[in-house]
């Protein structure tokens, strides 16, 4: 039942083959046994069971609030949730318990969804490993997957297997995690640069960033407001379409979504991909692209040249741009965005009480960790009255630039883009840490940036397992608010591709003694 | 905090100045932006260190300031800027504190039309120019009573700018005489509060109140003196200056400031000041960090803010949802400055009569309402109404009867959620210690309209006296709910037609005082007031004076 996709449950739901306190119960086994993912910061266990219940009352009497009804999901740790602490992964935040609802949140507790938790995550979402949090690192479930484990022991090594675990990517990889370990049927992330689609990509889930202004950001504790738009990460597209249905349209408490009615995204089953016209921006061909992940990237769109589809190179020229601009751009959001963690209402508070400003310094210290403070010191230095011309006006130029690029392409008659996700499959938590936050966003971030720059809908597709056996994706790019165009594409793509199921039950019963005596210092599971 | 404030700035308000001598107080006007001068001694010059001779000159010259007013005023409005928390005057402290005006992490701002409707219209009777796109921006700094870190503004596109304000004053030899100034208006912005901080000097501690409803109206003057036909000097900036008085003294203090440092070699320093109220002068600010880099930026959760007039209008537009400045322009009511040429063209009023009218909240109404009930001179009920009412009325500290508030336009619009936020639980935004004590408004004044217009109609019929006139009019202050005619009445104060009798009192006025009958007769023309004067008191006021003058004149040339 769990590895069923949210669609299939809901039916299954609806026709009485399972109640929803039973689907709650089995996911909420499940959490437990893969505490060790460290995928969710707190699992909200009680909050669940009583909706869960009140859900269960609702199908009795035949009151069943739609396809979301007793549906278990998880929401990351940067969306407000009432009375659910809400820590956005940092010491600022510890014992922070939200007044209020996200309106996101909101709109799938209206739904009947069951919220079992809230995931991990970068501390304040700025990173692309999900390493950096203050809960410590996520742990991609593929690294215990029947696919990988197999193709490892076919090599030689001498290291120890558990030690050289891979990362789910980030910043929303709690949330991947808990979709590709069957955990729950959808979970909320955010994306800012990529932090949906990337651990998306690298755990084997759809990613689905929908364009800016159509989702509330409302209770979305922000990382860049310009940019950050919450992200769906599911099993399917399917399941994302209907996820979308749900959280789009107008709010009132957030004054950058559009006005425009939005209509149900249902998804129609695409026979005929011989009218749409691809595009391959040239510019994506990076020289740190693995090769796996370029031949992926050329199967693919042989695939839609094969079957009809117009595939046709593009130019995005201002491409190279994109990480520096988005640095100077997002870094000083950030310092502005922060200013509000003084100590003084909610959050963290030091115990130095000498002067004002002595707290406020200790507070901010204590409170966020390197990567925030360094991002915060270079957004005020961008924002200098002697550096705003120089760096924040030519970083907004530059942006204009980036998003011309978009509309230029899509104006020549370019449906939607077709591009990867990520340079490789997911690496090692040791590997990966050899390099710094910063290096490692700037890098990582490179496909799936420049989409937030232009406020476009992308979506990342699970395509293939790579030699590895790990999960492959490959993005899809569409025009500003046509998001139901772009994931009726990604749709039919995926129903091409036929990724394989991640194999990880049986390993995780053989598993799961071995994780119960390994030390799990790093991991704070909130009950 | 967040409640919806007004920036105006007027820039470049100038005013020439010049000083007995360098300690000397410069003169001043009545009103800001007076001009006076007076010729500076040369002792002055002598006090001046020499090794600063070279910044000062001998002999005379003028020193000019330049003044510049940032203004911040609320608007009258039912709920804030940027949330749905209601704005009340004397509110419990954090009791209107939404989500968003606490900073809780992951609010937006919303903004709230009544507010921006209340901009345009400001900017209309400024004459500015409507800015039909403006852009709202983050202005950071630290400070316990700004929780989110930073404050929206309109740094770089505010809502309307280059306006300007022709006003008069009272001024030069004659106190009739008035002269038209004009001040000229930068920009005119929406800028949201920040808290308040009370500072517990015993323990130390300092208290924010997030309510942030009061105090309708804060100035900051930017203050530089230089010579004409210089580079302009050094400027300061006055901070916090909470009433016209104190801002006139705040500047004429720190121009007198400014010129004495000047004078006396030293330099002015770009610093912030504080107006001393007891002192009387300006204090330089505990500036801790320096110079603030405010670091600037667009507020990106605010799309700009778009203004329509109707030919620029989408068709179909939800009216809802748009501004159209041309529909505000019809409503804007009359601008004081025309109200008083109507005054001064339908009554023949003084101006400055027209001024005092003005100045004095619903005493235009009051008077209005009077002419109407009345065929009493205007001349007449101006005078009554300036005089003797408000005289009144100033000194028992009441105020007009007809200057109960406007009624609010109910504020809350499709800007805003429509949704009522809830509050933050009090534990988590800082409390205050108590609530603020409850404020009154003065009294209205006892004496309504209507009466004072049947008051005047008495005199004007002269049933009554101007003397006895007055009577009734303290008797109405005193015993609400009397007419005129009823008081007058129960006292006999009308006055007397029977001029046999009125002739007795005279004659027996001039009987008793003969010494008075002489000095008239030898030619003292004065001493016959005098005459009448007494003969008003024996009739207790019930006379004509000038009747009593032509029966006295008769009397005393037979």
Same mark, same amino acid.
């Given at each position: 039942?769990?590895?069923?996709?949210?669609?299939?449950?809901?039916?299954?739901?609806?026709?009485?083959?399972?109640?929803?306190?039973?689907?709650?119960?089995?996911?909420?086994?499940?959490?437990?046994?893969?505490?060790?993912?460290?995928?969710?910061?707190?699992?909200?266990?009680?909050?669940?069971?009583?909706?869960?219940?009140?859900?269960?009352?609702?199908?009795?009497?035949?009151?069943?609030?739609?396809?979301?009804?007793?549906?278990?999901?998880?929401?990351?740790?940067?969306?407000?949730?009432?009375?659910?602490?809400?820590?956005?992964?940092?010491?600022?935040?510890?014992?922070?318990?939200?007044?209020?609802?996200?309106?996101?949140?909101?709109?799938?507790?209206?739904?009947?969804?069951?919220?079992?938790?809230?995931?991990?995550?970068?501390?304040?979402?700025?990173?692309?490993?999900?390493?950096?949090?203050?809960?410590?690192?996520?742990?991609?479930?593929?690294?215990?997957?029947?696919?990988?484990?197999?193709?490892?022991?076919?090599?030689?090594?001498?290291?120890?297997?558990?030690?050289?675990?891979?990362?789910?990517?980030?910043?929303?990889?709690?949330?991947?995690?808990?979709?590709?370990?069957?955990?729950?049927?959808?979970?909320?992330?955010?994306?800012?640069?990529?932090?949906?689609?990337?651990?998306?990509?690298?755990?084997?889930?759809?990613?689905?960033?929908?364009?800016?202004?159509?989702?509330?950001?409302?209770?979305?504790?922000?990382?860049?407001?310009?940019?950050?738009?919450?992200?769906?990460?599911?099993?399917?597209?399917?399941?994302?379409?209907?996820?979308?249905?749900?959280?789009?349209?107008?709010?009132?408490?957030?004054?950058?979504?559009?006005?425009?009615?939005?209509?149900?995204?249902?998804?129609?089953?695409?026979?005929?991909?011989?009218?749409?016209?691809?595009?391959?921006?040239?510019?994506?061909?990076?020289?740190?692209?693995?090769?796996?992940?370029?031949?992926?990237?050329?199967?693919?769109?042989?695939?839609?040249?094969?079957?009809?589809?117009?595939?046709?190179?593009?130019?995005?020229?201002?491409?190279?741009?994109?990480?520096?601009?988005?640095?100077?751009?997002?870094?000083?959001?950030?310092?502005?965005?922060?200013?509000?963690?003084?100590?003084?209402?909610?959050?963290?508070?030091?115990?130095?009480?000498?002067?004002?400003?002595?707290?406020?310094?200790?507070?901010?210290?204590?409170?966020?960790?390197?990567?925030?403070?360094?991002?915060?010191?270079?957004?005020?230095?961008?924002?200098?009255?002697?550096?705003?011309?120089?760096?924040?006006?030519?970083?907004?130029?530059?942006?204009?630039?980036?998003?011309?690029?978009?509309?230029?392409?899509?104006?020549?008659?370019?449906?939607?883009?077709?591009?990867?996700?990520?340079?490789?499959?997911?690496?090692?938590?040791?590997?990966?840490?050899?390099?710094?936050?910063?290096?490692?966003?700037?890098?990582?971030?490179?496909?799936?940036?420049?989409?937030?720059?232009?406020?476009?809908?992308?979506?990342?597709?699970?395509?293939?397992?790579?030699?590895?056996?790990?999960?492959?994706?490959?993005?899809?790019?569409?025009?500003?608010?046509?998001?139901?165009?772009?994931?009726?594409?990604?749709?039919?793509?995926?129903?091409?591709?036929?990724?394989?199921?991640?194999?990880?039950?049986?390993?995780?019963?053989?598993?799961?003694?071995?994780?119960?005596?390994?030390?799990?210092?790093?991991?704070?599971?909130?009950? | 905090?967040?409640?919806?404030?007004?920036?105006?700035?007027?820039?470049?308000?100038?005013?020439?100045?010049?000083?007995?001598?360098?300690?000397?107080?410069?003169?001043?006007?009545?009103?800001?932006?007076?001009?006076?001068?007076?010729?500076?001694?040369?002792?002055?010059?002598?006090?001046?260190?020499?090794?600063?001779?070279?910044?000062?000159?001998?002999?005379?010259?003028?020193?000019?300031?330049?003044?510049?007013?940032?203004?911040?005023?609320?608007?009258?409005?039912?709920?804030?800027?940027?949330?749905?928390?209601?704005?009340?005057?004397?509110?419990?402290?954090?009791?209107?504190?939404?989500?968003?005006?606490?900073?809780?992490?992951?609010?937006?701002?919303?903004?709230?039309?009544?507010?921006?409707?209340?901009?345009?219209?400001?900017?209309?009777?400024?004459?500015?120019?409507?800015?039909?796109?403006?852009?709202?921006?983050?202005?950071?700094?630290?400070?316990?009573?700004?929780?989110?870190?930073?404050?929206?503004?309109?740094?770089?596109?505010?809502?309307?700018?280059?306006?300007?304000?022709?006003?008069?004053?009272?001024?030069?030899?004659?106190?009739?005489?008035?002269?038209?100034?004009?001040?000229?208006?930068?920009?005119?912005?929406?800028?949201?509060?920040?808290?308040?901080?009370?500072?517990?000097?015993?323990?130390?501690?300092?208290?924010?109140?997030?309510?942030?409803?009061?105090?309708?109206?804060?100035?900051?003057?930017?203050?530089?003196?230089?010579?004409?036909?210089?580079?302009?000097?050094?400027?300061?900036?006055?901070?916090?200056?909470?009433?016209?008085?104190?801002?006139?003294?705040?500047?004429?203090?720190?121009?007198?400031?400014?010129?004495?440092?000047?004078?006396?070699?030293?330099?002015?320093?770009?610093?912030?000041?504080?107006?001393?109220?007891?002192?009387?002068?300006?204090?330089?600010?505990?500036?801790?960090?320096?110079?603030?880099?405010?670091?600037?930026?667009?507020?990106?959760?605010?799309?700009?803010?778009?203004?329509?007039?109707?030919?620029?209008?989408?068709?179909?537009?939800?009216?809802?949802?748009?501004?159209?400045?041309?529909?505000?322009?019809?409503?804007?009511?009359?601008?004081?400055?025309?109200?008083?040429?109507?005054?001064?063209?339908?009554?023949?009023?003084?101006?400055?009569?027209?001024?005092?009218?003005?100045?004095?909240?619903?005493?235009?109404?009051?008077?209005?309402?009077?002419?109407?009930?009345?065929?009493?001179?205007?001349?007449?009920?101006?005078?009554?109404?300036?005089?003797?009412?408000?005289?009144?009325?100033?000194?028992?500290?009441?105020?007009?009867?007809?200057?109960?508030?406007?009624?609010?336009?109910?504020?809350?619009?499709?800007?805003?959620?429509?949704?009522?936020?809830?509050?933050?639980?009090?534990?988590?935004?800082?409390?205050?210690?108590?609530?603020?004590?409850?404020?009154?408004?003065?009294?209205?004044?006892?004496?309504?309209?209507?009466?004072?217009?049947?008051? %005047?109609?008495? !005199?004007?019929? @002269? =049933?009554?006296? &101007?003397? +006895?006139?007055?009577? *009734?009019?303290? $008797?109405?202050?005193?015993?609400?709910?009397?007419?005129?005619?009823?008081?007058?009445?129960?006292?006999?104060?009308?006055?007397?037609?029977?001029?046999?009798?009125?002739?007795?009192?005279?004659?027996?006025?001039?009987?008793?005082?003969?010494?008075?009958?002489?000095?008239?007769?030898?030619?003292?023309?004065?001493?016959?007031?005098? %005459?009448?004067? !007494?003969?008003? @008191? =024996?009739?207790? &006021?019930? +006379?004509?004076?000038? *009747?009593?003058? $032509?029966?006295?004149?008769?009397?005393?040339?037979?």
């Amino acid at each position: 039942m769990l590895g069923r996709t949210l669609r299939e449950v809901s039916a299954a739901l609806k026709q009485g083959q399972i109640t929803p306190t039973e689907l709650y119960q089995k996911c909420l086994s499940l959490i437990k046994k893969t505490k060790f993912l460290n995928a969710y910061i707190t699992v909200s266990e009680d909050v669940a069971l009583k909706q869960a219940e009140d859900s269960e009352k609702r199908y009795k009497k035949g009151h069943s609030l739609g396809d979301l009804d007793g549906i278990p999901i998880a929401v990351k740790d940067n969306f407000s949730t009432s009375g659910i602490e809400t820590t956005c992964a940092s010491n600022m935040l510890k014992g922070y318990v939200p007044p209020y609802n996200a309106t996101v949140v909101q709109k799938l507790l209206d739904q009947g969804a069951i919220l079992m938790g809230k995931t991990n995550l970068d501390e304040f979402a700025m990173g692309s490993g999900s390493t950096d949090g203050v809960f410590g690192p996520v742990k991609n479930p593929w690294s215990y997957s029947k696919q990988y484990r197999e193709k490892r022991k076919q090599k030689p090594h001498g290291e120890k297997e558990d030690s050289n675990w891979l990362i789910t990517g980030g910043s929303s990889g709690g949330s991947a995690a808990a979709v590709a370990a069957f955990t729950c049927f959808a979970a909320l992330g955010s994306d800012t640069g990529g932090s949906t689609r990337n651990p998306a990509a690298h755990c084997g889930v759809v990613g689905f960033k929908p364009s800016y202004g159509l989702v509330s950001r409302h209770g979305l504790i922000p990382l860049v407001n310009s940019m950050d738009v919450p992200g769906i990460l599911t099993r399917c597209v399917d399941d994302a379409a209907l996820v979308l249905g749900v959280l789009a349209g107008h709010d009132p408490k957030d004054s950058t979504t559009v006005q425009d009615p939005v209509k149900p995204f249902t998804l129609p089953t695409l026979t005929d991909v011989s009218k749409l016209c691809i595009g391959i921006p040239k510019e994506y061909l990076a020289p740190e692209l693995s090769s796996e992940v370029r031949s992926f990237w050329s199967k693919a769109a042989n695939l839609f040249e094969s079957e009809g589809a117009k595939v046709i190179e593009v130019s995005l020229p201002h491409t190279s741009y994109s990480i520096v601009c988005y640095h100077v751009l997002c870094t000083s959001e950030v310092a502005s965005n922060m200013a509000r963690f003084d100590g003084l209402e909610y959050g963290h508070r030091c115990d130095i009480d000498v002067s004002t400003e002595a707290m406020y310094a200790a507070t901010r210290r204590e409170g966020f960790n390197d990567v925030v403070r360094g991002r915060i010191l270079s957004g005020n230095f961008f924002l200098l009255k002697e550096n705003y011309e120089n760096y924040f006006i030519k970083a907004q130029k530059v942006r204009r630039l980036i998003a011309n690029d978009f509309v230029n392409v899509f104006n020549s008659g370019v449906d939607v883009l077709l591009t990867p996700t990520t340079l490789s499959d997911a690496v090692p938590y040791l590997e990966f840490i050899k390099e710094d936050n910063r290096t490692r966003s700037a890098q990582d971030d490179i496909f799936t940036q420049a989409v937030n720059m232009a406020g476009l809908p992308a979506v990342s597709v699970p395509v293939a397992l790579s030699n590895q056996g790990l999960p492959i994706g490959l993005q899809f790019i569409g025009r500003a608010f046509r998001d139901q165009q772009l994931l009726t594409i990604a749709k039919w793509f995926e129903k091409q591709v036929q990724f394989p199921v991640i194999q990880l039950q049986e390993l995780m019963d053989d598993c799961s003694s071995v994780f119960e005596i390994e030390k799990l210092g790093s991991v704070s599971l909130k009950q | 905090m967040a409640a919806p404030m007004l920036r105006w700035c007027y820039l470049g308000r100038r005013w020439v100045l010049a000083c007995i001598d360098g300690g000397s107080r410069h003169g001043r006007g009545a009103a800001i932006g007076f001009t006076s001068s007076r010729k500076r001694g040369q002792s002055s010059v002598a006090q001046q260190p020499l090794i600063t001779a070279q910044k000062s000159r001998k002999g005379e010259h003028k020193w000019a300031a330049v003044v510049g007013l940032e203004i911040h005023a609320q608007i009258s409005s039912n709920s804030k800027l940027f949330s749905g928390s209601q704005v009340h005057f004397a509110a419990p402290p954090n009791s209107l504190v939404s989500f968003f005006d606490a900073s809780l992490p992951g609010t937006l701002p919303v903004l709230n039309r009544r507010c921006v409707e209340a901009a345009v219209m400001t900017g209309l009777a400024l004459s500015c120019r409507i800015n039909k796109k403006s852009l709202f921006d983050r202005k950071h700094y630290f400070y316990a009573d700004l929780p989110a870190g930073y404050q929206i503004t309109q740094q770089r596109l505010p809502i309307a700018v280059n306006g300007s304000l022709a006003y008069s004053v009272c001024a030069g030899k004659k106190p009739s005489q008035v002269i038209t100034k004009t001040v000229r208006i930068k920009q005119i912005q929406l800028e949201q509060d920040s808290g308040k901080s009370l500072h517990d000097e015993l323990r130390s501690q300092t208290l924010i109140d997030l309510n942030r409803a009061e105090g309708q109206l804060r100035v900051d003057a930017n203050i530089s003196v230089h010579h004409p036909g210089e580079p302009l000097g050094v400027r300061t900036e006055v901070k916090n200056l909470n009433s016209a008085r104190f801002l006139a003294k705040a500047i004429d203090s720190e121009i007198e400031r400014q010129i004495h440092e000047l004078e006396n070699g030293r330099e002015i320093l770009n610093e912030t000041r504080s107006f001393d109220y007891k002192l009387g002068c300006t204090m330089p600010m505990r500036d801790k960090e320096g110079k603030q880099d405010y670091r600037f930026m667009p507020e990106p959760n605010l799309p700009p803010l778009l203004l329509y007039d109707t030919a620029s209008l989408p068709p179909g537009a939800d009216p809802q949802q748009v501004i159209n400045i041309d529909w505000i322009r019809e409503r804007l009511p009359e601008l004081p400055s025309e109200t008083r040429e109507k005054l001064v063209q339908q009554y023949g009023m003084l101006p400055e009569h027209s001024f005092a009218l003005l100045n004095e909240v619903g005493l235009l109404e009051f008077f209005q309402n009077v002419i109407k009930e009345t065929r009493a001179e205007p001349k007449k009920v101006t005078s009554w109404v300036l005089n003797i009412f408000l005289g009144f009325l100033k000194q028992q500290n009441l105020a007009v009867n007809e200057s109960s508030q406007s009624p609010r336009s109910p504020a809350r619009s499709s800007f805003t959620s429509g949704e009522s936020v809830g509050r933050t639980d009090q534990k988590q935004g800082a409390c205050c210690w108590s609530a603020s004590e409850k404020c009154h408004g003065p009294e209205p004044s006892p004496v309504t309209p209507a009466a004072l217009a049947e008051l %005047l109609s008495l !005199l004007d019929r @002269k =049933a009554i006296s &101007s003397s +006895a006139a007055k009577q *009734v009019f303290e $008797e109405l202050w005193r015993s609400k709910g009397k007419t005129p005619s009823q008081i007058v009445s129960e006292k006999r104060l009308e006055l007397m037609q029977d001029e046999e009798a009125l002739e007795r009192v005279c004659h027996a006025v001039m009987e008793e005082h003969p010494q008075v009958v002489m000095d008239v007769k030898r030619g003292n023309s004065r001493a016959i007031n005098k %005459l009448i004067g !007494l003969v008003l @008191k =024996a009739t207790l &006021s019930r +006379a004509d004076p000038t *009747v009593i003058k $032509e029966i006295l004149e008769k009397k005393l040339s037979s």
